[in-house]
């Protein structure tokens, strides 16, 4: 009975383990959702347009260059801040609101 017990216990402290460390995301993988999936070094987690106040929303890994244009179609972050384009917005880490620029009063 002792023995099951801490097989039981051994079990346990492994799962959380395992669970507790996020694992990184492939290109082209799901990232972000409950599990927090991570995207390799280069790359950031891309989430659906407009879904700001989402909890655990799940995204894609899609690469970033190392340096962004100037310019380019303007996008607003749901943390209210205009990026100069999509590079900008996922380099910062934030999901997009929406397409253009945030206007007066706009948080996501």
Not at 84 to 94: F, M, P, Q
């Given at each position: ?37 991570k995207c390799p070094e280069g790359q950031a987690c891309q989430y659906p347009s407009g879904q700001c106040n989402q909890p655990d929303l799940a995204g894609t890994c899609v690469t970033v260059q ?43």
């Amino acid at each position: 009975m002792r023995m099951k017990a801490i097989l039981y216990l051994a079990l346990c402290l492994s799962l959380t383990v395992a669970l507790v460390q996020p694992v990184p995301a492939q290109t082209g993988a799901t990232c972000g959702g409950i599990g927090a999936l991570k995207c390799p070094e280069g790359q950031a987690c891309q989430y659906p347009s407009g879904q700001c106040n989402q909890p655990d929303l799940a995204g894609t890994c899609v690469t970033v260059q190392e340096t962004c244009p100037k310019q380019g179609p303007k996008v607003c972050g749901c943390n209210g801040t205009t990026y100069d384009n999509e590079c900008e917005l996922l380099k910062a880490g934030t999901r997009q609101a929406k397409k253009g620029a945030c206007g007066n009063g706009h948080k996501g």
